[in-house]
């Protein structure tokens, strides 16, 4: 059984940071990938990685500010939160899958996601 299990979620004052991390469980992946809910809003990509670390992409709005990176060893992607402000609030979900595509429809499996608020 696939399972993705999040962590680091928070609150944080703007211009602060924050890590995620997700562990994959039951499965190897080929694409690993963050994706947000603000609050109102459709879920979005911020950040996806493939198998090479060459292989990253990111959403205009988190360009400079976040870095995602994986551990093939240890089956986990981590999302690097830097210089945060009110915009990047939301519902933070890992997601894993097989084919190398940035729509949420690609993505297989999915975490359970993890609460970000960032405050004035």
């Known amino acids: 059984q696939v399972q993705l299990a999040e962590s680091g979620g928070g609150s944080v004052q703007a211009g602060g940071s924050l890590r995620l991390s997700c562990v994959a469980s039951?499965?190897?992946?080929?694409?690993m990938a963050w994706f947000r809910q603000p609050p109102g809003k459709d879920r979005e990509l911020v950040a996806a990685?493939?198998?090479?670390?060459?292989?990253?992409n990111y959403a205009d709005s988190v360009k400079g500010r976040f870095t995602i990176s994986r551990d093939l060893v240890k089956n986990t992607v981590i999302l690097d939160m830097n210089s945060l402000i009110p915009e990047h609030t939301g519902i933070y979900y890992c997601?894993?899958?097989?084919?190398?595509?940035?729509?949420?429809?690609?993505?297989?499996?999915w975490g359970q996601g993890t609460q970000v608020t960032v405050s004035l």
């Open positions: 039951g499965d190897t992946f080929r694409m």
């Open positions: 997601a894993a899958g097989h084919t190398v595509a940035l729509f949420e429809g690609a993505y297989s499996d």
């Open positions: 990685a493939g198998w090479n670390r060459n292989n990253v």
